[in-house]
């Protein structure tokens, strides 16, 4: 059974001795002893660890100095052309990794057997110190898996839900460049932003899980912030269960299921 938990908590599998006055910790345990006995293989989106592990307070400052690594080729042919090429990735230098905080739930949860889900995304975001645990896709089912992942991701945003909100507030700042508005808005928006970028990784992590065929994805999450436009809301649920059989579960309601 692959089962995805979210960043409320995978923490609590992966290291459930540090949460010992936590009411549900029995049910965190016995998922955990799942994992160990081959019965679920949990998975972590990317997004934990990239776009969640930036402090709130840090994130418009993040995406205005935040820039693509863009590289240049320039070759020349026998008949004397010459050719020049251009490729855009990820700055790997700019994220600052893993906090003392993650570090020690990222090796319990090394320890486990997690693997880290990604949705990827030119000069996309991302952490040097999470690959070790980075899902191993290759040839036709990585290409199977790209071709969900974005049409999900694309439904998601169709719902107002995912990136909506931080393309809607991005766009508003900068029509020309959407991340960059996040950077030319005003410190007003911060407490937006910060939001914004937290349903933003909600999103990716529905749609990287559903499309490594995920059973359920584990969460608390009952959409109380994100309202009726979180992806986590009752009548985006209901649309993301209809068409791709997404199923939700918490802790508890998992742990009764094994």
């Not at 938990?5 to 998922?31: C, E, H, L, M």
Request: a negative charge.
């Amino acid at each position: 059974m692959k089962v995805t938990f979210d960043s409320n908590t995978w923490r609590k599998v992966a290291s459930p001795d540090n949460f010992p006055k936590d009411p549900f910790i029995q049910d965190y345990r016995k998922i955990r002893e799942a994992i160990n006995d081959s019965r679920i293989i949990p998975f972590i989106s990317e997004t934990v660890f990239t776009l969640e592990a930036i402090r709130k307070i840090d994130r418009k400052k993040f995406f205005k100095d935040y820039k693509a690594e863009i590289t240049t080729d320039i070759t020349e042919t026998e008949d004397g052309q010459i050719k020049m090429s251009f490729k855009i990735g990820p700055n790997e230098n700019a994220h600052p990794g893993n906090n003392e905080f993650l570090k020690e739930h990222f090796a319990n949860a090394a320890k486990l057997g997690f693997n880290i889900i990604n949705l990827p995304r030119v000069a996309g975001i991302t952490n040097k110190d999470i690959e070790s645990l980075k899902y191993k896709m290759s040839n036709e089912k990585l290409t199977k898996y790209l071709d969900k992942v974005f049409e999900v991701g694309a439904r998601i945003t169709e719902l107002k839900a995912g990136d909506y909100e931080i393309n809607r507030l991005g766009l508003k700042y900068n029509p020309e460049a959407g991340m960059h508005g996040i950077g030319d808005a005003p410190d007003s928006e911060n407490g937006n932003i910060a939001k914004a970028v937290a349903e933003w990784a909600d999103g990716d992590s529905v749609a990287s899980h559903i499309a490594i065929g995920g059973d359920y994805f584990c969460t608390n999450d009952q959409a109380v912030s994100g309202g009726s436009n979180s992806v986590f809301s009752i009548k985006n649920l209901k649309v993301l269960n209809d068409e791709y059989d997404f199923k939700t579960v918490t802790p508890t309601e998992l742990a009764k299921m094994l």
